[in-house]
């Protein structure tokens, strides 16, 4: 049993209410250590940013904080006033967001805003916060430490910035860190850098922290404990290792399968493919003088699956717009279906518009709100097919079962839709028009894994059934993994690497690829050590 | 608004009712008027009483007979005025934002010529040169105001062109009257609604500015926005004369305002967020 002195954070039988009286989290205990690291995990909707900042005393948006108790340090802070809340804010517990680049005032340097909450608490005056604040960019190894402070948020990089925020947390020497996705909008590259430091400065200055994400590799990492949350109930606790390794609850088991899943190779269906439906030979690209595309060649066949991967920059979805025809090459010839394609969709015929059909990343703003599911997808069915009447619902009913949703969805508006049905009906609205080739823009990045998983699944079953071709866009090397039979490598805007994917995984080529592929987190919970001994040498 | 059932809150009764009983005196007012528009009762500025429950006006005319005369023209001058802003400056902005380019630059560059001449000014000069009868004043004012929905129906429609689901609309070889009647104007219509409930409110004061100049509604006609204005005088003597009008402008005004949030509240947002 833990000394209560040794607690840090406690809480017990925590109880957050909406507005709209609906329970987000219920009856949540937990106790954080020194120096401990504690993982919340679950998919969105489960509760976790939410217990992350009621540990703070704060409910986002109107939540309240209905019942239970979190002892900080000592301080109770469901039964403090506000002034005791807002005193540990920032000084006892702080925060770090998703999103760096929200986080920062974009108007103001990156110093004074960093020690502000020390000075504003009292807890350091201004030399000493300074002095802090020097050492924490040293230990978060930023770029000419002492010169760092006095850029603005725009002049430093990603995650640059998310090691400024870091250190921002914990400029006022906090006890417990609230991380709430701090990777998560970084590059694969770029995010086991970031987490190493992130776990060592955490380590050297014995900080505590609730880390959150839907990631369970990340999580591997840096957590000591695991927490697993479903629908604001926890599922299971436990020692890391014993919850990766023996999860008990379903659940758990089913999040570990999938991320284990994903580190396997796809079945190896290496269908023969037909002949070259499309073609790009090298063309360039770009948006008023400046080149994102760069001499590319690639070609795709009948019934293939092609993967592009690259990081954010790479060009990847620059050239699925190229495709669709939302950008016209500046040199070099695309050709689909054995005849030249033009650039510009507004040249193209409607036979090229109906054989190349896209589904994007976010299916929120892919469909209009203002209209149904059965409109949304029955439109291309008219437009394309002349289908009116009997015939017109019958298909729309065909395709509503082929995407796994029950008929009377047809009469539902986007927003009354979860994200993964929102992305099944954008399948079904591209399926409608009876393509040819279905370009598919980071389709499952917006969605939580085992809601991903199964579009994944979807879209692999209905290559098999329809005999689709697809051009997939993807940063997520585990995607490729599991879809593609060939896979393109992008970087700054060249094709670095072209190969089957089996032979891509197995013996990469090009050094930029295996640091790509050795960036992806496994689960066991030496990788992180492990792949920076290696980079060290 | 596709079959949503909408509940009914306090301040949407209160807006409604102001509403309702607005639209009852449209209509009837006339009917219900105790005394004639034009007949002179007493001395001016005399104090409510039994037989003039809102008094007399600055010439000894019955303000409720007057008030309920007025109706009519005050609310049917802004109501046709703004419809005809909304049935020009709508479809044009749309328009000038599907289409971009050398269209959108030619009718933005005008649209903003006329808009750096005060409206007042550019009002003036037509009624001056024109004459002021109704359909002018209406024209006019429509004209002039379609300005700003222009502006406003631009914006909207750029920003909900650039979304995912209108450039699928796009892709598949969409025309223009599906991409405005289908994609964009069902997304723009909560902001449109709020701007409409605002416009009418304006151009309510907009017309009694005109009238005080002599150009708008012209005597013996009574509308409300120049019934306030004929009687400010009496503010300087502590009258209540011009607080009548100026009651009706603003009960109106709340009521429509009332009735626009009711409206909008609940309503997706244009991003789509669906919230």
Request: charged share 20%; net charge neutral.
């Amino acid at each position: 049993m833990t000394e209560v002195a040794d607690r840090v954070l406690s809480i017990r039988d925590l109880r957050v209410v909406a507005p709209n009286g609906a329970v987000l989290v219920d009856g949540i205990s937990l106790d954080l250590k020194r120096g401990e690291v504690l993982g919340l995990i679950g998919e969105s909707g489960a509760g976790k940013s939410t217990i992350g900042l009621a540990a703070m005393g704060y409910g986002r948006g109107g939540c309240r904080i209905a019942g239970g108790q979190i002892t900080l340090t000592g301080t109770e802070l469901t039964q403090s006033g506000k002034s005791v809340r807002e005193a540990m804010r920032g000084a006892r517990i702080a925060y770090v967001a998703q999103s760096a680049a929200a986080a920062f005032d974009p108007s103001m340097r990156l110093d004074r805003q960093i020690i502000e909450a020390p000075v504003q608490h009292g807890v350091m005056t201004a030399p000493e916060a300074r002095a802090w604040m020097l050492e924490l960019f040293r230990a978060l190894q930023l770029p000419n430490p002492e010169s760092f402070g006095l850029r603005y948020p725009h002049q430093v990089s990603g995650g640059q910035l998310q090691r400024a925020m870091m250190a921002m947390a914990m400029a006022a020497k906090p006890d417990v860190l609230v991380l709430d996705e701090p990777t998560t909008a970084l590059d694969v590259t770029t995010q086991i850098e970031v987490l190493a430091l992130l776990r060592d400065t955490m380590r050297r200055y014995g900080t505590s922290a609730l880390y959150i994400t839907h990631d369970l590799a990340v999580v591997a990492q840096i957590a000591d404990r695991l927490m697993v949350l479903r629908h604001g109930k926890e599922v299971e606790t436990g020692a890391t290792g014993e919850v990766l390794q023996a999860p008990k609850a379903d659940y758990t088991r089913r999040l570990v399968a999938e991320r284990e899943g994903s580190l396997r190779p796809a079945r190896g269906s290496q269908k023969a493919g037909g002949e070259v439906l499309l073609a790009l030979d090298r063309v360039s690209a770009g948006y008023s003088g400046l080149t994102i595309l760069n001499d590319v060649s690639l070609s795709l066949r009948r019934g293939e699956t092609l993967a592009v991967v690259g990081e954010s920059g790479s060009g990847k979805s620059t050239l699925a717009r190229l495709v669709a025809g939302l950008l016209s090459p500046a040199a070099g010839r695309v050709t689909f279906a054995g005849r030249a394609l033009e650039g510009s969709y507004r040249k193209r015929g409607i036979a090229d518009l109906k054989a190349i059909q896209m589904i994007y990343q976010l299916p929120d703003v892919a469909l209009n709100p203002r209209q149904s599911v059965g409109e949304t997808i029955a439109r291309p069915l008219t437009f394309y097919r002349g289908l009116k009447g009997t015939a017109l619902r019958d298909e729309l009913r065909q395709l509503l079962a082929l995407i796994g949703l029950p008929d009377d969805f047809a009469d539902r508006l986007p927003g009354a839709l979860s994200g993964g049905q929102k992305q099944r009906v954008c399948i079904a609205r591209a399926l409608a028009a009876q393509p040819d080739l279905l370009i598919c823009d980071e389709v499952t990045s917006a969605l939580d894994p085992l809601i991903a998983e199964d579009i994944l699944n979807l879209l692999r079953k209905l290559q098999d059934e329809l005999g689709m071709t697809y051009l997939f866009i993807t940063h997520d090397l585990s995607v490729v993994r599991r879809l593609a039979e060939r896979t393109v490598v992008m970087q700054k805007g060249r094709i670095v690497e072209d190969r089957p994917t089996a032979d891509l995984f197995q013996t990469p080529q090009a050094a930029y690829t295996r640091t790509l592929l050795e960036s992806v987190p496994e689960l066991r919970q030496d990788w992180l050590d492990d792949i920076m001994a290696r980079r060290a040498r | 608004m596709a079959g949503t059932t909408r509940k009914f809150t306090l301040t949407s009764w209160i807006g409604l009712a102001l509403i309702a009983a607005n639209l009852v005196i449209f209509l009837a007012g006339p009917l219900l008027a105790p005394y004639g528009l034009e007949e002179t009762l007493g001395t001016p500025f005399a104090a409510p009483s039994a037989e003039h429950p809102l008094g007399l006006d600055q010439n000894g005319r019955d303000m409720l007979s007057r008030m309920l005369y007025g109706a009519q023209l005050s609310i049917g001058v802004s109501l046709l005025a703004v419809g005809l802003s909304f049935s020009i400056g709508v479809p044009l902005g749309v328009l000038a934002a599907i289409r971009g380019g050398v269209t959108d630059i030619a009718m933005s560059r005008t649209v903003d010529a006329i808009m750096s001449v005060p409206v007042l000014i550019s009002a003036l000069v037509v009624l001056q040169a024109l004459g002021s009868s109704l359909p002018v004043l209406i024209i006019t004012i429509g004209l002039l105001d379609s300005t700003r929905v222009f502006r406003l129906a631009r914006i909207l429609a750029q920003g909900i062109n650039a979304m995912e689901y209108a450039e699928v609309a796009r892709l598949r070889g969409e025309g223009l009257v599906w991409m405005i009647r289908k994609e964009i104007l069902p997304n723009a219509m909560p902001p449109l609604v709020a701007e409409f409930g605002l416009r009418f409110c304006f151009t309510f004061l907009f017309v009694a500015g005109l009238s005080y100049l002599g150009l708008g509604v012209q005597p013996p006609f009574a509308d409300w926005g120049g019934m306030v204005r004929d009687n400010q005088q009496g503010i300087l003597y502590g009258l209540y004369a011009p607080l009548f009008p100026a009651a009706a402008i603003a009960l109106l005004t709340i009521g429509v305002n009332l009735v626009v949030d009711w409206l909008l509240a609940g309503r997706t947002t244009v991003q789509g967020e669906n919230r």
